[in-house]
Each structure stands twice: as structure tokens, then as C-alpha cells.
């Protein structure tokens, strides 16, 4: 599976920005799929993640009410909704996939996009 993350760019505070995640090489809609984000020097973090059937959301803590984690399996797309951006929300952030069962760990997760930048100004 090869995933493409897109969406990401630079804005202030208080915008919004929705990410996309396309798959290809295979259907995704058997699993679940996660988005982490990652500052340099620091390990990348879980953000959200969405169970195959679309049904099962979680989200960190400190994205919690602002993003919104969707799946269109029939596009074989996982999307990422941004609410309310801070600057602390400013990182490289990534979609992956995880083959079976549920987990927010990035380690689970057996493929890996290649990031987009989302970049928060004050």
C-alpha cells in the first residue's frame, strides 16, 4: 500500500486546514488508519485514528474537539479536518495504515505516507 498525504501549508492561528491521505496499490477499507505528527527532535506522536468500518474515532488529547478524523473507503481516502489551528499544532504529519486490530501506537502500524507540512503562525 502506498499512502499520499496532501493539505498541508502554512496559516495562522484560528484556521483551518483539511488533509487527505490517498491510498493506492490496494483497498484500505479492512483497515484502520491513523494520523501522527512529528516536530524534529521529538518522536512523532499519535493525532486520530479510525477504525476500518469508520464506526471507531480516537483522538490525543490535545487535538481533541478541533479535528475530525473521516474515512471515504469508496475513494480510498482517509481524511484529516483542522479546526481552531494553534502553533503548537505545527509539525510534518503523517497517515498510516494498520493491516488488523486497533492501536494509536505508530509502531502498530505497517504503513507509512510521506508526510505533509503543516506550519501554524501566531
Known amino acids: 500500500v502506498q499512502l499520499q498525504a496532501s493539505g498541508g501549508g502554512l496559516v495562522q492561528a484560528g484556521d483551518s486546514l483539511r488533509l487527505s491521505c490517498a491510498a493506492a496499490?490496494?483497498?484500505?477499507?479492512?483497515?484502520?488508519m491513523g494520523w501522527f505528527r512529528q516536530v524534529p527532535g521529538k518522536e512523532r506522536e499519535f493525532a486520530a485514528a479510525?477504525?476500518?468500518?469508520?464506526?471507531?474515532?480516537d483522538y490525543a488529547d490535545s487535538v481533541k474537539g478541533r479535528f475530525t478524523i473521516s474515512r471515504a473507503n469508496t475513494l480510498n481516502t482517509v481524511y484529516l479536518q483542522m479546526n481552531s489551528l494553534k502553533p503548537e499544532d505545527t509539525a510534518i504529519y503523517y497517515c498510516?495504515?494498520?493491516?488488523?486490530?486497533?492501536?494509536?501506537?505508530?509502531?502498530?502500524?505497517?504503513?507509512w505516507g510521506q508526510g505533509t507540512q503543516v506550519t501554524v503562525s501566531s
Open positions: 496499490g490496494r483497498s484500505i477499507s479492512t483497515y484502520a
Open positions: 479510525i477504525s476500518a468500518s469508520g464506526h471507531i474515532k
Open positions: 498510516a495504515a494498520k493491516r488488523s486490530g486497533w492501536s494509536t501506537s505508530p509502531p502498530a502500524y505497517d504503513y
